[in-house]
């Protein structure tokens, strides 16, 4: 018959305190890892994108500087083509920078501050055409462009 007299206790740990301190280690190594190898995703994707926003920053600089950066001014005025016959038409283009109001004289059209627009013209004799830009503090520019026609 069984007397749990005769048996002697076991002496050390148990095979279930081994099993659960090792199950214990691997799952707190296995956590570390996926926190730590996270943290490095983190810190690789930040590091893109800083690179990537300082090269756009760059680009965008270069855009602006482009565009006339923060002087005011006439970039561009001129007529295409230059010459044209009797009821032909011509487009007077312009790009300014900085400028409040843009007017044409003699009048051609609707035209506004733009980087980039152009106006048809179809006059009957030779003109000459002045772009006047003006800046918040009265400023003003001009520039001259004339149609030949033959």
């Known amino acids: 018959m ?3 007299s005769d048996e002697k206790p076991r002496e050390g740990p148990s095979i279930f305190a081994v099993v659960s301190v090792l199950l214990f280690v691997v799952v707190i190594g ?3 890892w996926i926190f730590w190898s996270r943290e490095q995703r983190d810190q690789a994707f930040m590091q893109r994108a800083a690179a990537e926003a300082a090269q756009r920053r760059s680009q965008d600089q ?3 500087q482009g565009m006339g950066g923060n002087r005011f001014a ?8 230059g010459v044209i016959s009797r009821g032909d038409r ?3 283009c ?4 900085n400028a ?6 003699p009048p051609a059209g609707a035209v506004w501050p733009s980087f980039d627009r152009c106006v048809n013209v179809s006059p009957s004799k030779t003109t000459t055409y002045m772009l006047t830009i003006s800046d918040a503090q009265g400023s003003t520019q001009s520039s001259r462009v004339t149609v030949e026609v033959r």
């Open 2 to 4: 069984f007397n749990p």
């Open 30 to 32: 296995y956590l570390g």
């Open 62 to 64: 270069q855009t602006f």
């Open 74 to 81: 006439i970039l561009d005025f001129y007529a295409n083509p």
């Open 90 to 92: 011509a487009d007077l």
């Open 94 to 97: 312009y790009s300014v920078s």
């Open 100 to 105: 409040k109001s843009v007017t044409l004289d």
